[in-house]
C-alpha cells in the first residue's frame, strides 16, 4: 500500500490544532477561577532612619592589623589501639590425693602400742612442823591448909585461865633480852614459877635448865623484870609452866 504524498501536511495540521485547542481550554479555565485579592502592604520608615539614611555618617577605613606567623603545629601520631588480650586461663590445682586407708593390724605395725613405764614416786622429805610452847598449869597452887580445900575450876575458869597466860607469856618475851653470842644455838630450858591472886610472879625456877648458863640467867633475868601480870581471873594464885628456846 502506497501513502500519500501530503499526509505529513495533514499530520501538522492535525497537531496545530490540537495546540490551539488547548490553549482555549486553558484560557477558559483561569477565566473561570476566582481571583485572589491583592494585600497592599505600606512600609512606613521613622524619621530617625530616614535622617540616618539621608545623611550617612562617613567611617574611616579599619587599620589593616598584620596577621602574627603562626608556627606550625607537628602532626601527631596515631595513637594505637589497645588491643585486647584474653586473660590468662587459671592454673589447674591438682587435686589432692586421696588418703590410704590402713587395716588396724597395718596401723598396729606402723604404731606400736607402747608399755607405760612406772612412775617413779619421790619422796617428800618430812616437813618439820613448827613446835607451838603452850604455858603449863598447875592447878591450885595454895597450899591447904586443915580449915579450907582447894576447889575445883569450871570450865569457863580455865578458859579465862588459858587466856591469862598467854598474855603473861607475852610480856615475860618481851622482857627476856637472848644472849648475842648463842645467836643460832639450839639450846632450851624450862622455868616454874608461881602467880599469886593478885598477879606477882615469884618462885622462878629452872626444871631443867639448858646447861648453858648465859642462857639460864638471862631467863631468870626476864621474870624478875616482870613483877606483877595482873590479878588471875579465878582470884586464886596458880602456877605455871613454860618452855623457851634460844631459836624457834
Avoid: C
Avoid at 26 to 35: W, Y
Avoid at 113 to 126: F, G, L, M, T
Avoid at 182 to 205: I, Q
Avoid at 216 to 243: N, Y
Wanted: aromatic fraction near 6%; glycine fraction near 4%; charge should be positive.
Amino acid at each position: 500500500m502506497k501513502l500519500p504524498k501530503d499526509q505529513p501536511f495533514w499530520t501538522s495540521v492535525i497537531l496545530h490544532l490540537v495546540v490551539l485547542v488547548a490553549l482555549f481550554l486553558a484560557t477558559i479555565i483561569e477565566t473561570l477561577k476566582p481571583k485572589e485579592k491583592p494585600h497592599v502592604f505600606e512600609m512606613v520608615t521613622p524619621a530617625a532612619q530616614q535622617q540616618a539614611v539621608e545623611t550617612p555618617v562617613e567611617t574611616p577605613p579599619a587599620p589593616e592589623i598584620p596577621m602574627p606567623d603562626l608556627p606550625s603545629v607537628p602532626e601527631v601520631a596515631e595513637v594505637p589501639k589497645p588491643v585486647d588480650t584474653p586473660p590468662e586461663p587459671a592454673p589447674r590445682t591438682p587435686s589432692p590425693p586421696k588418703p590410704k586407708v590402713l587395716s588396724y593390724e597395718e596401723f598396729l605395725k606402723k604404731n606400736p602400742i607402747r608399755e607405760p613405764k612406772p612412775r617413779q614416786v619421790q619422796q617428800r622429805k618430812p616437813v618439820e612442823a613448827p613446835r607451838i610452847e603452850v604455858p603449863k598449869l598447875v592447878v591450885p597452887s595454895n597450899p591447904p591448909t586443915s580449915a579450907s580445900r582447894p576447889q575445883p575450876l569450871t570450865q569457863q575458869q580455865m578458859s579465862a585461865l588459858g587466856t591469862y597466860s598467854a598474855k603473861l607469856r607475852t610480856r615475860i618475851d618481851a622482857a627476856w633480852a637472848k644472849p648475842a653470842s648463842l645467836a643460832g644455838v639450839r639450846v632450851a630450858a624450862t622455868v616454874v614459877f608461881d602467880v599469886s591472886a593478885t598477879g606477882r610472879v615469884t618462885n622462878a625456877r629452872l626444871q631443867p635448865g639448858s646447861g648453858n648458863s648465859a642462857f639460864d640467867q638471862s631467863v631468870l633475868a626476864a621474870f624478875r623484870k616482870v613483877v606483877s601480870a595482873g590479878p588471875t581471873p579465878t582470884g586464886q594464885g596458880h602456877s605455871f609452866t613454860m618452855t623457851f628456846r634460844m631459836t624457834d
